[in-house]
């Protein structure tokens, strides 16, 4: 599918549903099932990585399981059947899947007595995982790769033989979400302390509760960013300022970039303007808020802000090498950054373009709506591969129309005429 985008004929000035939250629902549903359902997982979501979690947590466990792209569902699953006595399975996906790594979570259980072995290239997917009751105790685990290798471990606790104790080795990356994770674990009565050399977890079993679902803060940064670059009025439905999810920092960024944030408590929800109050450059370390890189980048190319981001070093293993596709992808407006292996610069000036840009998000949800609001500045650009948005954001082309963008899928477009 390819989306022809064209910007609003007014200003925006709309009303707008984001999607529950994806890192939530994803840990929600994980504590249920290790509690036997004493833990109770609100709402999910409605995306395809929680849809291929739910059936996998839902059926048998044997066999061969298939997650598609869900980078989530590889580091959640591997440790949930790991740990799981009656657990036979192969667990497999896609092909980008499949580069993603998860040797440091294989190499964490094993540890602890996993039988886990690779059936394709060392340290990736597929994995075919016996489970066993593990033994917890010490574990150092490197946590430079991904947070979610570090939750994975800490949700599982509660079904090992003995309290578990991670060290880190080097600098973990995107401590915000294993707070997140800390703090969900803690409402269903499981104490986790976490400090710069680890992550201890009591003993004890998850006690009843319920984990209520929330709006989704990665997705809202999609309106802050057509905020920014309208100067619009957008109300998002369901956002609050108490959120632990570490995107909901994209508020005081945001902020930063012209988009002021109101919040009506009682209905629950934001309300962002623009603002003609906006920094004349933006440095600033995402390493707790990676997933709001493309957004950020997309807004400071299109607004003139030069930017400097580091903290990145999780993006070039997410769907895409975020690191190298928005250096390719900004190239088209004119925008050539810097980068390395954590950080991507721009130091405001505009190279000509020479043709209409089509942008490739590389099956990476987060890109295809960040390069949407472009065509708020070059009116008729395109989006290929428009359905990945599926994948954490369902509604977000539907919502984008709502908002006033008109959009034109290039596949039902007549035929120019041609000369025979």
Known sequence: ??????????????????????????????????SGGKVEAGEPASCTDIDVLRRALSGSAQGTVDIADSGTALRFLTAFFAATPSSDIELTGSERLCQRPIGALVEALTAMGASIEYLGAHGCAPLRIHGRKLKGGVVTVDSTVSSQIISALMMMAPAMEQPLQIRFAGEPVSLSYIRLTAGMMEQAGVECDITPEGVSVSSGAYQPCRLESEADWSAAASWY??????????????????????????????????????????????????SPDVSPRLNIDLSNNPDLTPALAVTCSLIGVPFRFTGLSTLPTKECDRIAVLASELRKIGVETESGADMLSWNGRRMPIAEMPSFDPHGDHRMAMAFAFTGAYLPGIEIRDAEVVSKSYPEFW????????????VALQPAEDSET
């Open 225 to 274: 960013e057509a905020v920014a670059v309208t100067s619009g009025f957008i109300t998002v439905k369901g956002l609050t300022p108490c959120s632990a999810q570490p995107d909901a920092a994209a508020a005081e960024i945001f902020g930063r970039l012209g988009v002021t944030t109101d919040f009506d408590e009682t209905p629950g929800s934001a309300e962002l303007a623009g």
């Open 1 to 34: 599918m390819i989306y022809r985008i064209f910007p609003p004929e007014e200003i925006v000035e709309a009303e707008v549903c984001v999607p529950l939250s994806k890192s939530v629902s994803a840990r929600a549903l994980i504590m249920q099932s290790v």
């Open 398 to 409: 539907d919502e984008l129309r709502r908002s006033g963008f008109r959009l034109e899928d």
